[in-house]
């Protein structure tokens, strides 16, 4: 009896030391509870696989999880693979389109489903390792409002990985937001950002503009990126240029939608002046060394310059006339207050 007493005695410490070490590896965090999206459109080989990697992903990290899975109108076997996952696992929940609507909207609808303090994105293709989701959660409490991934080393094909490091250049040279991957799907963010964020169309590359000119902390870590395993890219060329289409959307509706003649007025004044100079050009030549105006292409194109930069100009008033009749408080994003 007492041979089995002490086996016991030592079992049972041997059991509590094993878990106060298990603890103690437990990263602690500020944050109450985690809110991982992920859109996903025809993806029905990868979601089991990436949900087990999810979970791995979380083991370590002492702090309550939702799964949200977004359907965005999958026509294969995705939406009943999530309904499985659900049974398995209550954490598991999940939003399905009628029909696809686009990455924008998924994560879109994905925002104002979740419940936790600090959200995390990531695409479905198990391209994005989601043993990533803890250095993100680090780089969040340095004080960062939002986390964006970079995949350094990609596995894409060719065109993609290019063009998207030529549209990165770009976006990073005109927004002014110094980080170099703003497509990557596996990004972090406060609670606050999702919220005062709406995004539509082909804006989801643009989040981290749209949250630095409301005035949140951008920060960029770098990221594993996997090859594709399963299916094929839903990348294609039309993107390419939608995204450009998109970066004027974002740069004009953030750094000048509250100043328009700054934009209308600059392109305005450029337009009249070079159309100015022209004309006083040949009207010099015409006075002094006669030379005929007539069958001058020149001429009627310094017209067309003034005529145009005084249109331009006549936009930037009629913006302004129309912003001071917003109420100022719509765009100030206010941070604390007592």
């Not at 972090?188 to 999702?194: G, I, L, N, P, S």
């Not at 005929?292 to 020149?298: G, M, T, V």
Request: net charge positive; hydrophobic share 40%; glycine share 8%.
């Amino acid at each position: 009896m007492e041979e089995n007493s002490v086996k016991k005695k030592n079992t049972y410490y041997r059991n509590r030391n094993r878990g106060q070490r298990f603890y103690k590896n437990l990263k602690q965090y500020s944050f109450k509870k985690l809110s991982i999206i992920v859109p996903l459109f025809n993806e029905e080989e990868s979601l089991k696989p990436l949900f087990e990697e999810i979970r791995k992903g979380v083991r370590n990290l002492q702090i309550r999880y939702e799964i949200i899975f977004v359907d965005d109108g999958s026509t294969d076997n995705s939406l009943k693979i999530i309904k499985e996952l659900g049974k398995r696992d209550t954490r598991v929940r999940y939003i399905s389109f009628r029909k696809n609507y686009g990455k924008s909207a998924a994560l879109n609808a994905g925002f104002k489903k979740a419940t936790g303090d600090v959200v995390i994105t990531m695409d479905a293709d198990l391209q994005d390792d989601p043993l990533e989701i803890p250095n993100l959660l680090d780089k969040l409490e340095e004080g960062y409002d939002l986390v964006s991934g970079w995949k350094k080393i990609r596995y894409d094909p060719f065109v993609k990985k290019y063009s998207s490091r030529f549209f990165n250049w770009v976006t990073r040279i005109f927004s002014g937001i110094k980080i170099h991957d703003f497509n990557c799907g596996l990004k972090a963010y406060r609670k606050d950002v999702v919220k005062s964020i709406y995004v539509h169309g082909e804006l989801h590359r643009y989040i981290p503009v749209l949250a630095g000119w409301k005035g949140f902390r951008v920060a960029e870590i770098v990221v594993k990126h996997h090859p594709r395993r399963y299916g094929k890219t839903k990348f294609g060329i039309s993107r390419f240029f939608k995204g450009f289409v998109d970066l004027i959307t974002v740069i004009f509706t953030t750094r000048y939608i509250r100043r328009p003649l700054h934009l209308f007025g600059f392109v305005g004044a450029l337009s009249f002046v070079a159309g100015f100079a022209i004309d006083a050009v040949l009207t010099f030549f015409w006075m002094f060394y006669h030379k005929p105006l007539s069958n001058r292409p020149l001429l009627l194109l310094g017209l067309l310059l003034m005529i145009v930069g005084v249109q331009l100009f006549a936009i930037g008033l009629l913006g302004e006339m129309m912003v001071h009749k917003l109420p100022a408080e719509d765009d100030i994003n206010i941070k604390e207050q007592s």
